[in-house]
């Protein structure tokens, strides 16, 4: 059970840690899931990989999210046993026959994705040629205007998508299109793109039931990211110009949660301008490699946040790997010495979800904060995109 402080400094006074510690803000995810269902015309699915800590799912439940995208069957089990009520869409093209199975027969999941006849088939057969399945094919799209690109894995294009689909709506009690634009993706165009390429397979197919937008809206980490509600109007703006009559979904995992945690962690030694810190790629902050120095990150005592002139650090994580290295500019108040803490804001998507045990280090600890969390200042934005 994760303890409560009303700060991260109030935490490090109180239980003077020597591990990272995994800060949750409920209360900004309940509200910032509030905010985007209420912005969105259809189902809000909540990528559950994205983060899967409960107090996460529960705060999502509260905020409205009913929804959540599923992507394995421990994620099934972990949301319907913590929301008995909660409806699993189980939206990875590639699954198990023994997982669809347990998914149908036991969860009551009825949407599965698939890219390939051979799923299709699989899907028919684990679940006994249910008559009551909506099918949702995945498309291939272009991944310009995303920070992380989801290309090369998953989807279908062109002639084998009409074939598909026009196979599935066969079997289905509905069908469905699906795609991902990728992540942190800063261009609402980019899903007018897809959206144009799903209507030519739909219209092509003879319409379809369903259209789920995937996910990618960006969280704000720069701060100067185009809001969900610009998404929303593009995306409803081109299913109206291709015709498309169906209902809309959308998969968001990093817009719901990022601003909703923190990691704290140790500076175990400074060389110039480079900290050594006790987490790091394998821990809570691997996107701080992947994405960049995006990132807010304050400095923080227990007697409180220290604030001042800011210069810019290399970060290096805890282990003997030199991948565990997380290069800047990340601005952080210049006087940082041994034993201080970072505490690295945006940190609720692919964090704690993405940790490993490498070299020992280990620590799950997790709290909860009351406090209103932060942005990153805006005066670090033109030193940042000048480096
Ligand atoms: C199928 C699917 N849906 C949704 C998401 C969530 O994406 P994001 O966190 O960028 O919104 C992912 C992320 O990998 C995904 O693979």
Same mark, same amino acid.
């Given at each position: 059970?994760?303890?409560t402080?009303?700060?991260?400094?109030?935490l490090?006074?109180?239980?003077?840690?020597?591990?990272?510690?995994?800060?949750?803000?409920?209360?900004l995810?309940?509200?910032?899931?509030?905010?985007?269902?209420?912005?969105?015309?259809?189902?809000?699915?909540?990528?559950?990989?994205?983060?899967d800590?409960?107090?996460?799912?529960?705060?999502?439940?509260?905020?409205?999210? *009913?929804?959540?995208d599923?992507?394995?069957?421990?994620?099934? *089990?972990?949301?319907?046993?913590?929301?008995p009520?909660?409806?699993?869409?189980?939206?990875?093209?590639?699954?198990?026959?023994?997982?669809?199975?347990?998914?149908? @027969?036991?969860?009551?999941?009825?949407?599965?994705?698939?890219d390939?006849?051979?799923?299709?088939?699989?899907?028919?057969?684990?679940?006994?040629?249910?008559?009551?399945? #909506?099918?949702?094919?995945?498309?291939?799209?272009?991944?310009?205007?995303?920070?992380?690109?989801?290309?090369?894995?998953?989807?279908?294009?062109?002639?084998?998508?009409?074939?598909?689909?026009?196979?599935? *709506?066969?079997?289905?009690?509905?069908?469905?299109l699906?795609?991902?634009?990728?992540?942190?993706?800063?261009?609402?165009?980019?899903?007018?793109?897809?959206?144009?390429?799903?209507? #030519?397979?739909? @219209?092509?197919?003879?319409?379809?039931? @369903?259209?789920?937008?995937?996910?990618?809206f960006?969280?704000?980490?720069?701060?100067d990211?185009?809001?969900?509600?610009?998404?929303?109007r593009?995306?409803?703006g081109?299913v109206?110009a291709?015709?498309?009559?169906?209902?809309?979904?959308?998969?968001?995992?990093?817009?719901?949660?990022?601003?909703?945690?923190?990691?704290?962690?140790?500076?175990?030694?400074? *060389?110039?301008?480079?900290?050594?810190?006790?987490?790091?790629?394998?821990?809570?902050?691997?996107?701080l490699?992947?994405?960049?120095?995006?990132?807010?990150?304050?400095?923080?005592r227990?007697?409180?946040?220290?604030?001042?002139?800011?210069?810019?650090?290399?970060?290096?994580?805890?282990?003997?790997?030199?991948?565990?290295?997380m290069?800047?500019?990340?601005?952080?108040?210049?006087?940082?010495? #041994?034993?201080?803490?970072?505490?690295?804001?945006m940190?609720?998507?692919?964090?704690?979800?993405l940790?490993t045990?490498?070299?020992?280090?280990?620590?799950? #600890?997790?709290?909860?904060?009351?406090?209103?969390?932060?942005?990153?200042?805006?005066?670090?934005?033109?030193?940042?995109?000048?480096?």
């Amino acid at each position: 059970m994760a303890e409560t402080f009303g700060s991260a400094a109030a935490l490090l006074s109180l239980r003077s840690p020597d591990h990272p510690v995994v800060c949750i803000r409920p209360h900004l995810i309940e509200e910032r899931a509030r905010r985007v269902v209420g912005a969105f015309p259809g189902d809000v699915l909540y990528a559950v990989k994205c983060n899967d800590t409960p107090v996460v799912l529960e705060a999502l439940w509260r905020g409205g999210v *009913r929804h959540f995208d599923t992507a394995s069957i421990g994620e099934v *089990r972990l949301v319907k046993r913590l929301l008995p009520r909660a409806s699993c869409h189980f939206m990875h093209p590639v699954k198990s026959a023994e997982a669809i199975a347990e998914a149908y @027969h036991e969860h009551g999941v009825r949407r599965f994705a698939f890219d390939h006849e051979d799923e299709l088939a699989k899907i028919l057969a684990a679940t006994d040629n249910a008559r009551d399945l #909506e099918l949702f094919l995945r498309l291939a799209v272009p991944g310009q205007g995303s920070l992380l690109s989801l290309t090369g894995k998953f989807g279908v294009a062109g002639e084998e998508g009409v074939r598909l689909l026009r196979r599935a *709506r066969t079997v289905a009690a509905a069908v469905g299109l699906t795609f991902h634009v990728g992540s942190q993706c800063l261009d609402p165009e980019a899903f007018a793109r897809a959206i144009a390429i799903a209507a #030519e397979v739909a @219209h092509a197919a003879g319409g379809v039931d @369903h259209l789920d937008v995937g996910g990618g809206f960006p969280a704000r980490y720069r701060g100067d990211e185009p809001p969900f509600e610009a998404f929303v109007r593009r995306i409803q703006g081109a299913v109206f110009a291709h015709r498309l009559d169906c209902a809309l979904q959308c998969e968001p995992g990093r817009l719901l949660v990022a601003d909703g945690a923190s990691v704290l962690a140790r500076v175990e030694l400074r *060389r110039d301008q480079a900290l050594y810190i006790n987490d790091g790629v394998y821990g809570n902050l691997a996107e701080l490699k992947w994405i960049g120095p995006l990132f807010p990150i304050r400095l923080v005592r227990p007697s409180g946040v220290v604030t001042g002139e800011r210069a810019a650090f290399d970060l290096f994580g805890p282990t003997c790997d030199s991948i565990d290295s997380m290069p800047g500019p990340h601005w952080i108040v210049r006087e940082v010495k #041994e034993g201080d803490w970072l505490e690295v804001g945006m940190m609720g998507a692919y964090s704690n979800a993405l940790r490993t045990r490498f070299n020992g280090f280990a620590s799950s #600890e997790i709290a909860i904060l009351r406090d209103p969390g932060w942005y990153r200042p805006q005066a670090d934005l033109a030193p940042a995109l000048a480096a």
